[in-house]
């Protein structure tokens, strides 16, 4: 796929100036043997040179073409003893004549092969061509000669762990991207970034790389260095009218120790679909946050309980502090207790207040490391006066230590929250009615399950739990399960339903991939995971 002049199509023989040239040196040297053969007094196979005459044709001349050229040679030989000879049959004269008509037959058996063989070639040569031109990819050839003659002298100095060395020096991978030689490149790689022509594309390599993008060319260089198969990742490039493009890029390198160090890259534009879901990710932040609020409606009730009873309790204390005051001599012990007991209170009622505000709060959706463990223990916290009024006990089952998650914590709190208050909700008729919130460990993954005895799962409706509206409860939304989903799968986790096994009620579980896990399946690690999908991590 180099840049060389492909033919038109995949059978037509050369063509431009050098075509008359081939001609008129085949015709003057059939002229010039038949002239030697005919009336030169030496006595060698001399028509054997009919060859040469059929190889300058071969590239003019395809097929049956070639056959009439080859039978004329062969009728100028027959022609040639005739006029020499005549009729006789002379012994070592019939026998050089023999030769020669050998010589042609398997120089034109030969060439027609070889005219196969390179219809063959080109036909695949254009195939490639077409594919090289009319896909949506951006393709780049490059030539990493100059580049890995500079990465082997550094390679020299620094060892093995030339990814650090490069990681370590920008400098030096922004030299190297300028000694790469760009060969060619194809239409998409010139629409996608608004260039004029493929000459300014091939021209200006290292200015279509964005600062940040280094560690990836780092990276791709070193995967180059080591002799793997390519290398993949996601970076963003400047188009040539400035603008940002998000890309996802594939290279394969040249096997091992090859003298070419060519190099193809396909770069695919997913600016579009990046801006749809930052788009998707702030509708649905909207959505979380619009429900959350209206789950505070719906808690009100036992939200102004939560406050109320710390700032009854203040009253009360504060009420006994002044009595004991008023005693002679004032009891400053007990006064002291009492102030105590209303710090304790002021602190419980500004946490509620604290989560409240937080919950309610509209902010971007974060990524940070918690643990899953404190965010049931904070939902259990708010909901702690629901599950008194609904008679409802609440058993804790959840994992020993810390169960790091990458996440929002509001977010998650809400479907913890969204899921206890379904619960809740599904035992209102329920005779026992027993709440089990579980957290464990799997292997790179937390799984957080919520166990009702309630009114259980009906099969028609486990299809459409998590579809946005719909419900069950007359005042009911249908949002809380879908809002659930959608926060579970952008924290890269799966939330489902089931049904309890012998006994009554329903287990709603997610699983969020761990903060390791999660780190590890950042874009701009895609390289990890595709060298460890060449075998060569
Ligand atoms: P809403 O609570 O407003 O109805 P949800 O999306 O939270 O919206 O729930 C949708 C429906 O899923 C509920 O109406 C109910 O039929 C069913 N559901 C959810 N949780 C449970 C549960 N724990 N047990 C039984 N049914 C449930």
Redesign the pocket.
């Known amino acids: 796929m180099s840049h060389r002049p492909f033919l038109d199509a995949p059978n037509a023989p050369s063509r431009g100036p050098v075509r008359p040239l081939f001609a008129l040196s085949a015709v003057v040297l059939a002229a010039a043997i038949f002239l030697f053969d005919t009336y030169a007094p030496i006595e060698i196979a001399i028509s054997v040179l009919y060859g040469i005459v059929i190889l300058l044709a071969a590239p003019l001349f395809a097929g049956s073409a070639l056959a009439f050229v080859a039978a004329g040679c062969a009728l100028l030989t027959v022609l040639s003893y005739v006029i020499v000879h005549g009729t006789d049959m002379l012994g070592a004269a019939v026998l050089r004549c023999m030769v020669s008509l050998a010589a042609i037959v398997i120089t034109t058996v030969l060439a027609l092969r070889m005219q196969a063989a390179m219809a063959v070639l080109r036909a695949s040569e254009h195939r490639y061509r077409r594919i090289f031109e009319s896909t949506a990819v951006g393709i780049w050839e490059e030539d990493y000669t100059g580049v890995a003659a500079l990465l082997r002298e550094v390679e020299q100095q620094v060892g093995d762990d030339l990814e650090a060395h490069l990681l370590a020096h920008p400098e030096l991978v922004a030299r190297c991207m300028r000694r790469a030689r760009t060969v060619d490149v194809n239409a998409a790689a010139v629409r996608m970034l608004q260039a004029t022509d493929k000459r300014q594309v091939i021209e200006s390599l290292p200015d279509l790389f964005l600062p940040e993008s280094f560690g990836l060319q780092a990276r791709l260089l070193a995967a180059f260095m080591a002799g793997r198969d390519g290398f993949e990742g996601a970076n963003a490039i400047r188009s040539f009218n400035g603008e940002r493009r998000s890309v996802l890029i594939a290279a394969t390198f040249p096997p091992h120790m090859r003298q070419e160090e060519h190099v193809f890259v396909s770069v695919l534009d997913v600016t579009e679909r990046s801006k749809t879901e930052q788009a998707l990710e702030q509708t649905r932040a909207e959505l979380a946050h619009v429900t959350r609020v209206a789950t505070m409606g719906e808690l009100t009730a036992s939200i102004a309980h939560e406050v109320n009873q710390p700032l009854a309790a203040v009253v009360t204390q504060a009420e006994a502090a002044l009595r004991w005051l008023r005693r002679t001599p004032p009891e400053l012990g007990e006064v002291s207790d009492a102030l105590n007991a209303i710090v304790l209170q002021g602190r419980r009622a500004g946490e509620v207040v604290r989560r409240l505000r937080a919950m309610s709060r509209d902010v971007e959706p974060s990524r940070m490391p918690i643990d899953i463990n404190e965010v049931v223990q904070e939902a259990v916290a708010l909901l702690r006066r629901e599950l008194t009024d609904h008679a409802v006990e609440l058993r804790l089952a959840l994992a020993a230590g810390k169960l790091e998650v990458a996440g929002d914590r509001i977010q998650l709190q809400q479907v913890v929250i ?2 206890m ?3 809740m ?2 035992m209102d008729a329920a005779p026992a009615r027993v709440l089990e919130i579980r957290s464990r460990h799997l292997a790179e993954a937390v799984e957080i399950a ?1 166990v ?1 005895c ?4 009906p099969e028609a ?1 486990m299809t459409r ?2 579809t946005a509206f ?4 007359e ?10 989903r959608s926060i579970v799968e952008s924290h890269g986790g799966r939330i489902r ?1 089931e049904r309890n096994a012998g006994m009554p ?2 287990t ?1 579980a997610f699983t969020l991939p761990t903060h390791a896990a999660a780190i590890a399946a950042r874009p701009d690690d895609v390289a990890g995971s595709a060298a460890a999908r060449h075998g060569t991590a």
């Not at 309630?454 to 799962?457: C, D, F, P, T, V």
């Not at 719909?470 to 409860?473: L, M, S, V």
């Not at 005042?475 to 659930?484: A, E, Q, T, V, Y």
């Open positions: 969204n899921l208050m379904n619960g909700q599904a919520v009702d309630g009114r259980g799962l409706d739990l998590f719909f419900t069950t409860r005042h009911g939304m249908g949002m809380g399960l879908s809002i659930c339903a009620g329903a709603f």
